[in-house]
């Protein structure tokens, strides 16, 4: 429908058309605490879980329930599978390319030449999250009219990251400069972690963060939550990156924000993206598409969280099917 609607006559010429526009942001830099921490935890328990501490843990193998690339494959070969054919590509990192490339990219039939690595400055030795890393990389992804967000931990679907990609392209051509600048591809779960607040016309107003603000609490009864994808106009994210750099960061203390939690090393909090749709909503410019599965919602944190990981894959990849001969091989 959303191919017919725009002229492009099918969803192949869309997600072309679509992919000369876009920047895919794919963040994968560090290890993450609680990953690190439950290493060590398996470690002094006389488990040997293979994995380098000083590997993000996008490289960890899981079983592979796409349909391409071997099995198994890195956790992280799900979230960039997802955006392969929808624009150029920037991999947020702190070392490993090479492992990257080899163990995820080629292997997914990304074509040489169609991704560019960035290295996220990490005061203290930590990065400030993935906020600064999208502000670290304006310069890659300027001249694109949309950017995807991705996370290297999830079990994203093709079908969201495009249908929120051919929305957010179908409001910009209607409402020019009036559009959305945040269209968020969103589930109904039990006690989300990362809980939307809508208001009264279906707008999202607030949303939460647990950890970002110091807390692990989540959201009591049933809500809405996003998922691992986020889709930008490439102007109202600068924008909005723009006026938290301006208002909330200093070379001296880094990232004071409020609502954030203060960084125990002295060195700055984190500044997320969250943190650029909480700015947008505010405004009346982010926008819900209530058409991801819960499942998309589960990030490997630690060990503990894999089973969980590979059970929600293979339901999510049971969707890939539809968009064969759409995007690429799937």
Known sequence: MAAALSGDGDARRLARRLAERTACVTML?????????????????????????????????????????????????????????????????????????????????????????????????????????????????????????NFGGDASSPLSALSSLAVMDALSRSLGDEAPGLLLPAAVIDSP??????????????????????????????????????????????????RIRRDHWTAERGYAIPGNAAAADGAGGEFALDNVDAALAAEGRARLLAVARPEELSPVKSLEDLGRFQRDASVVCGDWVSLRGVLGSY
């Open 29 to 149: 830099a560090g290890s993450g605490s609680r990953w690190v921490a439950s290493l060590e935890a398996a470690k002094a328990a006389g488990l040997d879980s293979g994995a380098d501490p000083s590997a993000p843990r996008g490289l960890f193998p899981v079983r592979n329930y796409m349909g391409l690339g071997p099995d198994p494959a890195p956790i992280a070969a799900y979230a960039l599978a997802v955006v392969r054919d929808l624009g150029r590509h920037i991999v947020v990192v702190r070392g490993w390319e090479s492992e990257i490339e080899d163990r995820i990219l080629r292997p997914l039939s990304y074509p040489e030449g169609s991704w560019a690595f960035a290295t996220q400055a990490a005061p203290g030795g930590k990065p400030r999250g993935h906020g600064d890393a999208a502000a670290q990389t304006m310069d890659l992804w300027a001249g694109a009219d949309y950017v995807i967000v």
């Open 193 to 242: 972690a990362y809980p939307v607040v809508i208001d009264d016309r279906g707008l999202p107003r607030r949303f939460g963060h647990a950890k970002l603000q110091g807390s692990d609490g989540r959201a009591p009864g049933r809500g809405y939550t996003n998922v691992g994808v986020r889709v930008y106009r490439a102007s109202a994210l600068r924008e909005a990156i723009g």
